[in-house]
């Protein structure tokens, strides 16, 4: 195990968008500030489990095919290990590891009491018939099945794997077991135990922080203008409700291209026609703008919640936006972020602007280890509660400080992660 553990840490091909770089990157900035001992950092750079699996399953065609999967628990100490699984072509353990620490970060910072992991199986989805995504899924759950668990590691969707492939988790385990065991995964379908709510928690906790931070810089959102990068669950959850909040949605895009209206879009005249059509692209009432563009529009707030590193010293003077709040995961790189900070605009970073998701997942282990489920308006204030706190604790830590966002809220997470192990002790 830990031979494997120096080969991803050594050998990873550390570019400046490295994933397992920028987040061993980020962590020792934070680290420093909290004057952190190298020993107690030497834990926390390493995952806690690495699982590596065969994935062997039957073609629809007849054919054996293997695929390879990984689990990386990257810490345990504030409580089971969290995070989702993803199905992408281009999976690698470096990536899964980094994905996995920042995990630990995120639950930390929002205060829930878990540690942090990340799966992957490296297939591409597109690719195979459902049939065999779920073989895949059933086999690489059974593969993990001695390290998962209510207690131990629940998993979650994340890139192509969606609520049912998440049914189709719970259902594997719980056919191990002999009963049903729903809190071994969140993100489920509502039939088979998932939260009410959770299909827009992200967006609605990423809308809490932006309220937050707009009342700290003396912003209002009436009528202010926002941008949204991608037109997925989190971008168009996003945009909906900040629309309904009164703001101005000018600008939205995905994969293939974006659209721009400076006296606002309407956000379900959009999703129309982008289930019409396939994109947001040619939109009648705007006019076509790059994603490069998008991002330099005239705004006050942007939200990237497409793809990672896309916000780049190339780009990062020109954004115009007073608040950036980071939905997807990893947008802005390590330059970047020091010419937004030089530039007094408000970064809030991924591990707290997006945590409304896990946070709900949360909510939904609970709901399911108690079987008592909570109504929608229940889990949305508990959700403001948790963002809002976790806002104001990560903004009181910037403010003290003198530091940008992104490092105040590891500060916050690497402080209550290390004083839970300490207080657990090193064993033996
Ligand atoms: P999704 O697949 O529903 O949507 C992704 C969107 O991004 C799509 O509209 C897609 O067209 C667009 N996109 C793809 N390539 C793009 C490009 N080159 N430029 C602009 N847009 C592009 O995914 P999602 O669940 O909305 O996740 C989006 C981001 O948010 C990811 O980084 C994800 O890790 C992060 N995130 C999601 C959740 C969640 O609960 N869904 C939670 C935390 C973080």
Same mark, same amino acid.
Not at 43 to 49: A, E, I, N, S, Y
């Given at each position: 195990?830990?031979?494997?553990?120096?080969?991803?840490?050594?050998?990873?091909?550390?570019?400046?968008?490295?994933?397992?770089?920028v987040?061993l990157?980020? *962590?020792?900035?934070a680290?420093?500030?909290?004057d952190?001992?190298?020993?107690?950092?030497k834990?926390?750079?390493?995952?806690?489990?690495i699982?590596?699996?065969?994935v062997p #399953?039957r073609r629809?065609?007849g054919?054996i095919?293997?695929?390879?999967?990984?689990r990386?628990?990257?810490?345990?100490? @504030?409580?089971?290990?969290?995070?989702?699984? @993803?199905?992408?072509?281009?999976?690698t353990?470096e990536?899964?590891?980094?994905l996995?620490?920042w995990?630990?970060?995120?639950?930390?910072?929002v205060? #829930?009491p878990?540690?942090?992991?990340k799966g992957?199986?490296?297939?591409?989805p597109?690719?195979?018939s459902?049939?065999?995504?779920?073989?895949?899924?059933?086999r *690489?759950t059974?593969?993990?099945?001695?390290?998962?668990g209510?207690?131990?590691?629940?998993?979650?969707p994340?890139?192509?794997t969606?609520?049912?492939?998440?049914? !189709?988790?719970m259902?594997t385990?719980?056919?191990? *077991?002999?009963?049903?065991?729903p809190?071994v995964?969140?993100?489920?379908?509502l039939?088979?135990?998932?939260?009410?709510? @959770?299909?827009?928690?992200t967006s609605l906790?990423?809308?809490f922080?932006?309220?937050?931070?707009?009342?700290e810089i003396?912003?209002s959102?009436?009528?202010?203008?926002?941008?949204?990068?991608?037109?997925?669950n989190v971008?168009?959850?996003?945009a909906?409700?900040?629309?309904?909040?009164?703001c101005?949605?000018?600008?939205v895009?995905?994969s293939?291209g974006?659209?721009?209206?400076?006296?606002?879009?309407d956000?379900?005249e959009v999703l129309?026609?982008?289930?019409?059509t396939?994109s947001v692209?040619?939109?009648a009432?705007?006019?076509?703008?790059?994603?490069?563009?998008?991002?330099?529009?005239?705004?006050?707030?942007?939200v990237?919640?497409?793809?990672?590193?896309?916000l780049?010293?190339?780009n990062a003077a020109?954004v115009?936006?007073r608040?950036?709040?980071?939905?997807?995961n990893?947008?802005?790189?390590?330059?970047a972020?020091?010419?937004?900070?030089?530039?007094g605009?408000?970064v809030?970073p991924?591990?707290?602007?997006?945590?409304?998701?896990?946070?709900?997942s949360?909510?939904e282990w609970?709901?399911?280890?108690?079987?008592? *489920?909570?109504?929608?308006?229940?889990?949305?204030?508990?959700?403001?509660?948790?963002?809002?706190?976790?806002?104001?604790?990560? !903004?009181?830590e910037?403010k003290s400080?003198?530091?940008?966002? @992104?490092t105040a809220?590891h500060?916050?997470? #690497?402080e209550?992660?290390?004083?839970a192990?300490?207080i657990?002790?090193?064993?033996p």
């Open positions: 195990m830990d031979e494997v553990v120096e080969l991803v840490l050594n050998e990873a091909e550390l570019t400046s968008e490295n994933p397992l770089k987040a990157g980020q *962590f020792e900035r680290a420093d500030a909290l952190l001992e190298e020993g107690m950092r834990v926390l750079r390493t995952p806690k489990r699982v590596t699996a065969q #399953i629809d065609d054919s095919d293997v695929f390879t999967g990984y990386v628990q990257h810490s345990m100490a @504030r409580g089971p290990a969290k995070g989702g699984i @993803r199905y992408h072509p281009d999976v353990l990536e899964v590891n980094a996995a620490m995990m630990t970060w995120k639950c930390a910072v205060n #829930i878990y540690g942090g992991a992957g199986v490296v297939c591409n597109k690719e195979l459902r049939a065999e995504v779920e073989r895949i899924t059933r *690489f059974l593969e993990i099945s001695d390290v998962i209510p207690q131990r590691d629940i998993p979650a994340d890139v192509y969606d609520e049912q492939v998440m049914a !189709w988790l259902d385990y719980s056919s191990r *077991f002999g009963y049903t065991v809190a995964v969140t993100g489920k379908p039939e088979a135990g998932g939260s009410l709510g @959770r299909n827009y928690a906790g990423c809308v922080t932006i309220e937050r931070a707009a009342q003396g912003l959102l009436k009528g202010a203008k926002v941008a949204v990068q991608g037109y997925g971008g168009y959850h996003c909906r409700i900040l629309h309904e909040n009164g101005q949605i000018v600008a895009s995905d293939r974006g659209i721009y209206n400076a006296n606002g879009l956000p379900e129309a026609h982008k289930r019409s396939g692209a040619g939109f009432k705007a006019e076509d703008v790059t994603n490069e563009e998008l991002l330099e529009l005239p705004c006050e707030v942007l990237p919640a497409g793809l990672e590193n896309v780049t010293r190339s020109r115009q936006a608040i950036v709040a980071e939905g997807a990893g947008p802005t790189t390590p330059e972020d020091d010419i937004l900070h030089d530039r605009i408000t809030i991924d591990i707290l602007a997006n945590a409304g998701g896990v946070t709900v949360y909510f609970v709901q399911g280890l108690q079987q008592l *489920f909570w109504s929608e308006d229940e889990v949305n204030s508990r959700l403001q509660k948790v963002m809002v706190d976790a806002f104001d604790a990560v !903004w009181n910037t400080r003198g530091i940008d966002m @992104r809220a500060v916050i997470a #690497i209550r992660v290390t004083s192990i300490t657990r002790g090193i064993y």
